[in-house]
């Protein structure tokens, strides 16, 4: 698809598993026009599953515009670019091959567009990690799919509210698997996409980041489990040495129970449940997953599938809207961010030749 010629930027959205509750949440944040204001907005997904949905659901009627390039995107409706064939079929509440086969089309669309410049930003709505994989997807998730579609080593998943943001070491990773998984290198990484990420794409200057322990009171100085003692902290001297300012290690459970964690910017937690349990407690409706450390913007709500309540009109779109607003000040502010830059290199220059 070629990119038409708008001075909007498009923002690119994957409709997800077509059997949970991702169409029902892209249609009512859709169905406030005022989103058009600023941008294009193009789904990678079926006209036949939305119309299925829309019927289902009696959500509010968008009038998609179907699309075969990105040359027909109309700037003020619904573009869709269909990734299916016609005999897609719709099993509400149910995982499925089909259901699969769909995510990952759209996802590979999308990638394809942010790879050739066509889109700018990407929003994904929820994948089921069973059927996609039984599709050929072999990932355990859009994070690491993402890393690989833009060459990156190393991403961050990063939960992100106006109350918390918090990032994890290990994600998608067994319990029994997360000890061997924490290294001080992969500590230390993490840290500078934190900060990294909280500089640019938040533009927080001189960032707080606090750390938590991995065991239960972060170890008692070795009694229950010593990786805070030849993990955590050796990785956290060696973070301020490049100057990033951490604190920690943190007992999890006090730290939370306490309100610590509105002293700073942001939280790296040890593995998955560790950080989005309190995550999600905090943020509720509104918490967003942001893949930080990536060229491009991706954000998605912070939910799954949710099959128990798909075709029943109650899902909450409120993740999927912040998700989307929340990608789109990351884009302007990596597009401040950039301007910002060349003026201070052009002035440190006429400093130097004032010196001189």
């Known amino acids: 698809m070629e990119k038409t010629e708008t001075n909007k930027y498009v923002i690119g959205i994957t409709a997800g598993d077509i059997n949970g509750v991702g169409y029902e949440i892209i249609m009512k944040t859709l169905a406030d026009n005022r989103i058009y204001d600023d941008c294009t907005i193009v789904i990678y997904g079926s006209p036949k599953v939305a119309g299925y949905h829309r019927k289902a ?29 016609e005999n897609v079929k719709v099993e509400l509440g149910k995982s499925t091959v089909i259901a699969g086969q769909c995510s990952a089309s759209a996802l590979n669309y999308a990638v394809k567009d942010l790879q050739n410049g066509n889109i ?63 290294t001080v290198e992969k500590i230390l990484q993490k840290l500078r996409l934190i900060n990294s990420s909280l500089s640019v794409d938040f533009v927080i200057r001189k960032p707080r980041i606090a750390v938590l322990g991995l065991n239960p009171h972060s170890g008692d100085n070795g009694v229950i489990g010593d990786e805070e003692q030849k993990v955590i902290i050796p990785a956290l001297g060696e973070a301020e040495k490049e100057g990033i300012t951490c604190f920690g290690p943190y007992p999890a459970d006090g730290f939370f129970a306490a309100g610590l964690y509105k002293n700073f910017d942001a939280v790296l937690a040890m593995y998955h449940d560790q950080g989005l349990i309190p995550f ?48 789109v000040q990351v884009w302007k502010n990596r597009q401040l961010v950039e301007g910002i830059e060349p003026l201070k290199r052009y002035a440190a220059h006429e400093a130097d030749k004032k010196i001189c």
């Open 57 to 85: 659901l009696n959500t509010p009627n968008i009038n998609l515009n179907v699309v075969k390039d990105m040359a027909d995107l109309q700037p003020n409706r619904v573009n869709m670019f269909n990734v299916s064939d």
């Open 120 to 182: 700018d930003i990407l929003v994904t709505a929820p994948i089921n990690k069973n059927n996609i994989n039984e599709a050929g997807f072999n990932f355990p998730g859009h994070t690491e799919f993402l890393a690989e579609s833009f060459g990156v080593d190393d991403v961050l998943m990063f939960m992100v509210s106006d109350e918390l943001k918090i990032g994890v070491v290990t994600g998608h990773v067994p319990v029994n698997k997360v000890s061997e998984n924490i």
């Open 280 to 327: 999600k407690v905090i943020a509720g409706a509104k918490g967003v997953n942001f893949t930080a450390g990536l060229s491009i913007v991706r954000t998605s709500p912070d939910h799954g599938t949710a099959y128990d309540i798909a075709g029943k009109n109650i899902a909450d779109e409120t993740s999927f809207r912040e998700a989307l607003y929340t990608a």
